[in-house]
């Protein structure tokens, strides 16, 4: 913060005890009691104070998502959560009077005449977000612009796969916030679990299914109210009749972004039968051109040993039980460096893990079709993606599978980018998650839509007191007939 100190704040707690979570919580939920609801210049400044937190420190940032990745993409870091988050915030900033209005709705009927209804968005508390290692500034940021949109107070559990990010938010965090206003936590091994039982006013939780599950039963005791991302196995499905190195280059940039550590890349593709062999020759091509190299700073690492052996045993197995692996660049995957090469898995079967579990990796499984409900069959049998790509310039096309597969978001003739659109909600179905964030959604989510009736100096009900008599008939059968 330009020409600034440290704000005068609350002492920070111990954070990392079951206690003294607690403590944190109960500072911020006293702080959120005795402070009312925030006004629009109050939210509007910590907008800005969250998009000081970052641009005042942008380099710093980008260096500690790094070091947590053991190598990840600068251009990456910048393009996915730097310029995403504060146009976040700057478009939560520019629309947040509007949203923040009272809203006029109408009156049911003639017995509450001179009445009035109004909606009033406010603020609920304090809000638990339990962030992810993939995109840990996007997914706190965004999360956090939405919660300060709505007046809220919040506190955020990072990954701990992110050490390096999550203690420089500890050193930044009170230099533009009161510690009853924002606080980061590290995970020491069992912050998790003792932070999603807290009685939280909302816990927003990113991450895989079988710990959202966990998630959801720990808010469960306490009714706290959860939006979960879950991800899953987002398909694409190209049209034969689209032009296929178009799809190929775009596909393939997704699939090689973040090493495919992305929870809606593109998790397999449909390709006409037709066109199998040119797709694989079009995929060979694009990658000789942009990313030969894995050892290339560009390409960025998989976040752990334990994530790298998955992706080795997911290889693996598909061998094994007669699948075609084609290794796109032809270099061997480093352990060293966590470094693994875009490959295809060809006739992939069921009971194959490639097909079971979401890859998280730089790994593209490709299904081959000749009809549009052979793509669709098989994708209803499964859980609801978080995203679906169809490939397709037949509007006739396009909308049959949006209206048949049912997903979290759509981006349509190319993949991924509908997530970076803040006027979209973003958010999952089913086993790929539920509730929304982004833009208003957002806003909505993390806020108390409170409805308000305020009743007229005279009151029609007054007619309507016990005991009732044949006037009470008279007018309610009058309303009847009115509504009929």
């Given at each position: 913060?330009?020409?600034?100190?440290?704000?005068?704040?609350?002492?920070?707690?111990?954070?990392?005890?079951?206690?003294?979570?607690?403590?944190?919580?109960?500072?911020?939920?006293?702080?959120?009691?005795?402070?009312?609801?925030?006004?629009?210049?109050?939210?509007?400044?910590?907008?800005?104070?969250?998009?000081?937190?970052?641009?005042?420190?942008?380099?710093?940032?980008?260096?500690?998502?790094?070091?947590?990745?053991?190598?990840?993409?600068?251009?990456?870091?910048?393009?996915?959560?730097?310029?995403?988050?504060?146009?976040?915030?700057?478009?939560?900033?520019?629309?947040?009077?509007?949203?923040?209005?009272?809203?006029?709705?109408?009156?049911d009927h003639s017995l509450y005449l001179g009445a009035k209804n109004r909606v009033i968005p406010q603020g609920i508390g304090v809000v638990g977000f339990i962030i992810p290692w993939n995109f840990p500034l996007n997914l706190s940021f965004s999360g956090l612009s939405a919660a300060f949109a709505a007046g809220n107070r919040a506190m955020v559990k990072m990954s701990e796969n992110s050490v390096s990010l999550s203690e420089l938010f500890k050193v930044l965090s009170p230099k533009y916030f009161s510690s009853d206003k924002l606080q980061f936590f590290t995970e020491t091994g069992a912050v998790g679990i003792a932070f999603s039982a807290l009685p939280f006013d909302h816990l927003m939780f990113t991450g895989s299914g079988a710990t959202g599950r966990k998630v959801m039963a720990a808010c469960a005791s306490n009714l706290t109210p959860v939006t979960l991302e879950l991800g899953g196995k987002s398909p694409a499905v190209i049209d034969p009749e689209f032009p296929l190195v178009k799809a190929v280059e775009r596909i393939m940039f997704v699939k090689q972004f973040n090493a495919g550590q992305i929870c809606t890349t593109v998790d397999y593709t449909f390709v006409h039968q037709t066109q199998l062999a040119p797709f694989i020759a079009a995929c060979k091509k694009w990658v000789k051109k942009h990313c030969s190299d894995i050892h290339h700073k560009d390409y960025t690492?998989?976040?752990?040993?334990?994530?790298?052996?998955?992706?080795?045993?997911?290889?693996?197995?598909?061998?094994?039980?007669?699948?075609?692996?084609?290794?796109?660049?032809?270099?061997?995957?480093?352990?060293?460096?966590?470094?693994?090469?875009?490959?295809?898995?060809?006739?992939?079967?069921?009971?194959?893990?490639?097909?079971?579990?979401?890859?998280?990796?730089?790994?593209?499984?490709?299904?081959?079709?000749?009809?549009?409900?052979?793509?669709?069959?098989?994708?209803?049998?499964?859980?609801?993606?978080?995203?679906?790509?169809?490939?397709?310039?037949?509007?006739?096309?396009?909308?049959?599978?949006?209206?048949?597969?049912?997903?979290?978001?759509?981006?349509?003739?190319?993949?991924?980018?509908?997530?970076?659109?803040?006027?979209?909600?973003?958010?999952?179905?089913?086993?790929?998650?539920?509730?929304?964030?982004?833009?208003?959604?957002?806003?909505?989510?993390?806020s108390k839509m409170r409805p308000v009736f305020y009743q007229a100096n005279i009151s029609s009900a007054k007619l309507l007191m016990p005991p009732y008599g044949k006037l009470a008939t008279r007018i309610l059968n009058f309303i009847v007939k009115l509504k009929s």
């Amino acid at each position: 913060m330009n020409n600034t100190t440290v704000l005068n704040t609350p002492e920070l707690c111990e954070k990392n005890t079951t206690d003294g979570l607690a403590q944190c919580l109960a500072q911020q939920r006293e702080s959120f009691v005795v402070h009312g609801q925030e006004s629009y210049e109050e939210r509007k400044q910590h907008l800005l104070n969250l998009k000081l937190l970052l641009t005042e420190n942008r380099e710093a940032i980008i260096e500690a998502i790094n070091q947590d990745y053991g190598n990840r993409s600068y251009h990456e870091t910048l393009l996915a959560e730097v310029i995403t988050v504060i146009s976040d915030i700057t478009s939560t900033v520019k629309h947040l009077k509007k949203w923040m209005r009272v809203q006029k709705r109408s009156v049911d009927h003639s017995l509450y005449l001179g009445a009035k209804n109004r909606v009033i968005p406010q603020g609920i508390g304090v809000v638990g977000f339990i962030i992810p290692w993939n995109f840990p500034l996007n997914l706190s940021f965004s999360g956090l612009s939405a919660a300060f949109a709505a007046g809220n107070r919040a506190m955020v559990k990072m990954s701990e796969n992110s050490v390096s990010l999550s203690e420089l938010f500890k050193v930044l965090s009170p230099k533009y916030f009161s510690s009853d206003k924002l606080q980061f936590f590290t995970e020491t091994g069992a912050v998790g679990i003792a932070f999603s039982a807290l009685p939280f006013d909302h816990l927003m939780f990113t991450g895989s299914g079988a710990t959202g599950r966990k998630v959801m039963a720990a808010c469960a005791s306490n009714l706290t109210p959860v939006t979960l991302e879950l991800g899953g196995k987002s398909p694409a499905v190209i049209d034969p009749e689209f032009p296929l190195v178009k799809a190929v280059e775009r596909i393939m940039f997704v699939k090689q972004f973040n090493a495919g550590q992305i929870c809606t890349t593109v998790d397999y593709t449909f390709v006409h039968q037709t066109q199998l062999a040119p797709f694989i020759a079009a995929c060979k091509k694009w990658v000789k051109k942009h990313c030969s190299d894995i050892h290339h700073k560009d390409y960025t690492s998989i976040i752990d040993n334990a994530a790298f052996a998955r992706l080795l045993e997911t290889v693996d197995d598909a061998q094994k039980q007669g699948a075609s692996v084609i290794n796109l660049s032809g270099q061997e995957s480093d352990a060293k460096t966590r470094k693994f090469p875009l490959m295809l898995i060809l006739d992939a079967t069921d009971d194959m893990i490639i097909s079971q579990r979401e890859t998280f990796g730089p790994i593209l499984m490709v299904k081959t079709y000749q009809q549009a409900d052979e793509v669709i069959r098989y994708i209803v049998q499964r859980d609801r993606p978080l995203a679906f790509y169809p490939f397709s310039h037949n509007k006739t096309t396009v909308s049959h599978y949006i209206d048949k597969i049912l997903s979290g978001g759509v981006s349509v003739n190319d993949a991924l980018f509908h997530v970076g659109q803040h006027d979209l909600p973003f958010g999952g179905i089913g086993g790929s998650g539920m509730g929304h964030y982004h833009g208003y959604e957002g806003f909505v989510t993390f806020s108390k839509m409170r409805p308000v009736f305020y009743q007229a100096n005279i009151s029609s009900a007054k007619l309507l007191m016990p005991p009732y008599g044949k006037l009470a008939t008279r007018i309610l059968n009058f309303i009847v007939k009115l509504k009929s």
